[in-house]
């Protein structure tokens, strides 16, 4: 069975940084397209940055010159380093695999930034 952890959020003053982590317990990891997703209450869910097995990123607009998203294959694992944060930046992140058509969710994790 396929588990996606997450880990990295926090409570954060507006202008702080995060980094974000998922542990995937599946196997070829390296051919999965990885992606971060958030939620805010009241909000639909919406990708923030996704890396493909070939190492190509797209950012939301949001998202670009702020945050950089990685991934160590070896480890089976996604990152998100989230820099000047904002109180609009607050939501559930969850992390995603896509391959074809398999698509897995974590259980996310919660980003609060204060002003």
């Known amino acids: 069975q396929v588990a996606l952890v997450e880990s990295g959020g926090d409570l954060v003053q507006a202008g702080g940084s995060l980094r974000l982590s998922c542990v995937a317990s599946v196997n070829f990891f390296k051919t999965y397209r990885v992606a971060w997703h958030r939620q805010a209450p009241g909000k639909q869910r919406e990708l923030v940055a996704a890396i493909t097995s070939l190492g190509r990123t797209d950012y939301a607009s949001s998202a670009k010159g702020r945050f950089t998203i990685s991934r160590d294959n070896d480890k089976n694992t996604l990152y998100l380093q989230m820099n000047s944060l904002k109180p609009e930046d607050t939501a559930v992140y969850y992390c995603?695999?896509?391959?074809?058509?398999?698509?897995?969710w974590g259980q996310g994790t919660q980003v609060t930034v204060s002003s």
């Open positions: 995603n695999l896509q391959r074809v058509s398999t698509n897995y």
